[in-house]
């Protein structure tokens, strides 16, 4: 079991910046690609960015590419988020996920609880 808990979210104006975090504990957490996903209300579920093991490599969405970075430190357990530039229509709850990786939520066997992140206009 992995549990994973996300925080950092808030409210911000267009154009700021929010640092995500999720931390993981239970099984080890360098055994698993990472990846954040958010769902916007009335929306489904969509993928944002995912990183690899060792953190050597990394994916987005087109939507945030050039704007949102993933990193994550396995000697803390912990992947990031940070976000720039923030539009409108990046407000949603924002959820970190862990399993063997792809842009899709079935890839994923475990999930956070959510943290919400608005940017009003």
């Known amino acids: 079991q992995v549990q994973l808990v996300e925080s950092g979210g808030g409210l911000v104006q267009a154009g700021g910046s929010l640092r995500l975090s999720c931390v993981a504990s239970g099984r080890t957490f360098s055994s698993f690609i990472m990846a954040w996903f958010r769902q916007a209300p009335g929306e489904e579920r969509e993928f944002v960015a995912r990183?690899?093991?060792?953190?050597?490599?990394?994916w987005y969405a087109d939507s945030v590419k050039g704007r949102f970075t993933v990193s994550r430190d396995n000697a803390k357990n912990t992947v990031y988020l940070q976000m720039n530039s923030l539009k409108p229509e990046d407000t949603a709850v924002y959820f970190c996920?862990?399993?063997?990786?792809?842009?899709?939520?079935?890839?994923?066997?475990?999930w956070g609880q959510g943290t919400q992140a608005t940017v009003s206009s």
């Open positions: 996920a862990a399993g063997s990786g792809g842009p899709v939520a079935q890839g994923y066997d475990y």
């Open positions: 990183i690899s093991r060792l953190g050597g490599s990394t």
